[in-house]
């Protein structure tokens, strides 16, 4: 296994299946043994925990930003823009625009994803579509000491 093939493997997971909606190559990159956060197996399993994002963001574009691999793991550093125009969550389409961040580690086995997690701005998330207040931290007590 080359050091760099699991790296560009995940870089072909976000910009050719991902961003080009080819799920066909999902088989390619996620392996059998595969488990979701939700328990979903498989690069079907993959596909469904992913689909409802694609699904209430149908012009979702993900860039990876960095990639840092280290043994059988690789991590990235993603961002992605994309405009609620369907359901998400039970969250009616706002029809707004969305940037959010994110960081993700894979884990591989035989050159194929079988583990992920990942972590993104759900705060700044429900923010932009308007779930959640802009203004939710309270300002800082103004000081009486004189």
């Known amino acids: 296994m080359s050091t760099n093939q699991n790296k560009e493997t995940t870089r072909k997971l976000y910009e050719h299946c991902l961003n080009k909606r080819n799920y066909e190559l999902l088989k390619e990159i996620i392996s059998d043994e595969y488990t979701g956060a939700n328990g979903e197996k498989g690069p079907a399993g993959f596909e469904q925990g992913i689909k409802p994002l694609i699904l209430a963001f149908p012009d979702i574009q993900w860039k990876v930003d960095d990639l840092v691999q280290e043994g059988d793991k690789v991590v990235i550093q993603h961002s992605w823009t994309g405009t609620h125009t369907g359901v998400f969550r039970g969250i009616s389409a ?23 997690w990942v972590q993104t701005d759900r705060l700044g998330f429900l923010q932009q579509i308007g779930v959640i207040p802009t203004d939710v931290t309270p300002a800082p007590p103004k000081n009486n000491f004189n």
């Open 94 to 116: 706002s029809n707004k625009a969305v940037h959010d961040t994110g960081v993700g580690i894979f884990q591989f086995n035989d050159n194929k994803i079988i583990s992920a």
